[in-house]
């Protein structure tokens, strides 16, 4: 597969990753994260409601504890438990999945609807250093978390899972910006998925607009909407309308639909896109993204198509929904 196709291979997978440390995932996406946690990976689809789902996620967003609860102790290697509690056993990692398994049973989606003005993710509500989780649903905000992943080169992407891998994104927050570098190589990739706790349906909006700027230095930034009819039903965590053929072919059968931004201004200003923008999805919609059927992530895909390394420097500011009289 050429880094042309990358869309084909979605970072959506890291959801079904471990919760300890970098691990390679198929078709050469690799967590990033090792203090995602059990509990985290619940608020990624897994609890048994999305008000728990989004609970969790506030919780995790709020977290300030030198060692929070799910953060991995340097000295034990587990999971904290947060201040005045005793840390858990480290959980063993679940059995890779079966590669020929079927999708099982599409999943309730839930439709839950965006704040009345438009508010996707504001990064002065964004989590660092610890997990990435966001939103603020004390102020009725969406919240979710970050998922992120790397290829260091043209697929399939083998990668040491112990070393590090320089296409690797790199994320700091000042005063409510997000700003993520990376050294990303030719055909290589890196990301991150914004995903949220909630199934949303902003189908009282027109479209997305991202706030952000700085350098792509020779790479395009691919904005994927995780519409639910093209994420791949993944009943463990509770998400996703897409049936897939097999485990192994997943996220070549369900592709999101998805715009392309190719240059970014130094400073950060509005890009916006409408609805009828996004396009590619895999299976088709029609249009090909109806909001109104619900949204399940962000995904910002970075692809080198220099000739020589591109290194990464772009700031967020924040993401939200188009409203109907912009």
């Not at 438009?118 to 660092?128: A, C, S, V």
């Not at 395009?220 to 791949?232: I, W």
């Not at 993401?319 to 109907?324: C, D, E, G, K, M």
Request: overall charge negative; glycine content about 12%.
């Amino acid at each position: 597969m050429s880094q042309m196709d990358s869309s084909k291979i979605s970072s959506t997978e890291s959801h079904s990753g471990t919760a300890a440390a970098r691990a390679p995932v198929a078709l050469g996406c690799i967590l990033l994260g090792a203090s995602v946690v059990a509990g985290l990976l619940g608020a990624c689809g897994g609890e048994t409601d999305a008000t728990t789902r989004r609970q969790i996620a506030n919780d995790l967003r709020s977290a300030n504890n030198s060692a929070p609860a799910g953060e991995l102790d340097p000295a034990t290697g587990q999971a904290g438990a947060g201040a005045g509690a005793a840390p858990p056993p480290a959980a063993p990692p679940p059995p890779p999945p079966d590669p020929t398994a079927g999708p099982g049973t599409p999943q309730n989606c839930g439709l839950t609807e965006p704040p009345m003005d438009g508010t996707f993710i504001k990064f002065t509500e964004y989590n660092l250093p610890t997990v990435g989780a966001w939103g603020d649903n004390a102020v009725g905000h969406i919240t979710g978390g970050t998922s992120m992943y790397s290829c260091a080169g043209t697929a399939p992407c083998v990668v040491d899972p112990g070393a590090v891998n320089p296409a690797d994104l790199v994320r700091s927050l000042t005063a409510g910006i997000l700003n993520v570098k990376a050294t990303v190589p030719p055909t290589g990739y890196t990301g991150m998925v914004l995903w949220t706790a909630p199934c949303i349906a902003p189908a009282k909006f027109d479209g997305l607009r991202l706030v952000l700027g700085g350098d792509l230095a020779g790479a395009r930034l691919v904005v994927k909407l995780q519409a639910y009819p093209n994420y791949p039903i993944d009943v463990t965590n509770m998400k996703g309308g897409c049936k897939f053929l097999t485990e192994a072919t997943k996220f070549s059968d369900c592709v999101p639909p998805e715009v392309t931004i190719s240059m970014l201004t130094a400073e950060s200003a509005p890009q916006s896109f409408l609805w009828s923008e996004f396009t590619g999805g895999t299976p088709l919609q029609t249009p090909a993204l109806d909001p109104a059927k619900g949204l399940v992530g962000l995904e910002l895909q970075f692809q080198c198509q220099a000739a020589t390394d591109c290194a990464i420097d772009v700031n967020f500011e924040s993401a939200s929904f188009i409203l109907p009289t912009q």
